[in-house]
């Protein structure tokens, strides 16, 4: 088994650099926001927004790494799955903003249709 890192060390110690500046200074933080997301269709993890996108990103690290859904040989690569995580939602994310200015640009009365299960965050790890 792959050990946890260690409680006292912080976020940005553990994670590699170059992934948390992506995730904070592009528009990878959609799914920072929504508070929750759902993994593996089994389990929902939650973390506090707290309105700061670095601590929030934080918070964010710290419930996926104790979730039970996390694979544990990914703990030592939860960097990079934390970044993967951001941006591939973020780009479904991008995707509802794109209908959304459909929606307005043609002046429907209602989106137009992506089949979806809603807008919940899912992931499967």
Do not use: Q
């Not at 929504?34 to 506090?48: F, M, P, R």
């Not at 309105?51 to 710290?62: C, D, H, V």
């Not at 459909?102 to 009365?109: A, M, Q, W, Y």
Request: glycine letters at 6%; hydrophobic letters at 35%.
């Amino acid at each position: 088994a792959v050990p946890r890192p260690r409680a006292g060390r912080g976020l940005f110690e553990r994670m590699n650099s170059a992934h948390s500046t992506s995730i904070l200074s592009r528009d990878y933080g959609d799914v920072l926001r929504a508070g929750s997301l759902l993994v593996n269709d089994t389990g929902c993890i939650t973390w506090e927004n707290d309105g700061n996108i670095a601590s929030t990103l934080g918070n964010f690290y710290r419930a996926l790494e104790e979730s039970e859904e996390l694979p544990r040989a990914w703990l030592e690569r939860l960097d990079e799955l934390t970044y993967c995580i951001t941006k591939a939602l973020s780009a479904n994310f991008m995707l509802y903003k794109v209908r959304e200015e459909l929606k307005d640009r043609f002046s429907l009365p209602d989106y137009p249709t992506l089949p979806n299960d809603g807008l919940a965050y899912h992931v499967v790890l």
